[in-house]
């Protein structure tokens, strides 16, 4: 067998035009904020990536870029002007940030209505409840992609790798959501290979270059790759791709499977953001 591979890049592309359609009928254009902290290289294409792609569909997206050393009330200060803009739509602050900053403050700084990556606590919570208004952008990107490659997902095993608050624990949530069996494993997983063979969809999110082998996957699972590792200068992802591809009835490859799916779905949430604020006015 070999797997249908699951073009996110096109996907991606797809649903951008589709919400540059939405964003024309607007009266006025969407605003997300970024907030970037640092030189971190994977970080300066990933903010590049968004607002690139935020002005490519209509929306502005404005970079407030801090140095490395900056103080954690200048960036929450920061933060508060831009909660009271009425201009601003959308407030992320791109992760990492460097070790000095309390990384849960500052993200909690964020007012409801304007976090669009849904990293705040109250978010998260709601998201198990079904109450949110939207979820983390890489977890619904997964979800998106999975919709078009599962028939049903209503009872499904969903195996995911990885439990961190910006992924695994949002997709599990998503996914049960959805009506699929969720198991969540981990670095403490013990029998790990054996659980992922009972996967009908494996989510793996562990940023452990090629973890997954062909042996650990049943026939025909859908596999979805969302680790991003660099390894002798290329980028690869948590799954062998080469070996699985053989086993999987669909898989993402890395990179063009999940990335961009990311960044549709941040864009999607600041629009869907903008759509509430007005609605409240
Ligand atoms: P994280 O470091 O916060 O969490 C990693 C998780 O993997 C932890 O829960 C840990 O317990 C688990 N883990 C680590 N080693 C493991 C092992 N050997 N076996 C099983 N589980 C193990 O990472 P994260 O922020 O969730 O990101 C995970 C990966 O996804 C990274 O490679 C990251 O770069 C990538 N990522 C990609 C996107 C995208 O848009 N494509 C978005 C976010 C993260």
Redesign the pocket.
Known sequence: MTAQIINGKEIAQQFCDDLAQQIKQLKKMPKLAVILVGDNP?SLI?VRNKQKKAQEIGMECEVFHFAELAQENEIVTLIEQLNMDKSVNGIIVQ?PMPKHLNETHILETVQQDKDVDAFKQVMSGALWQKKAPWAS??PQ?VLLLLKKYVDNLCGKHAVI????????KPMAALLLNEDCTVTI?????IG?KDIVKTGDIVV??????R?VKKDWVKPGAVII?????KVDGKLC??VDFDEVKDVAGAITP??G???????AMLLKNTYTAYLKQMDNL
């Open positions: 994977a990933y992760l952008a890489t990107g790798i990885g439990r961190s608050n910006i992924v695994g494993s981990h670095s403490k997983t790990l793996v999110a562990c940023g452990v270059p973890l790759d969302v680790g991003i590792s992802g948590d890395v990179p499977g999940v990335g961009p799916m990311t960044i």
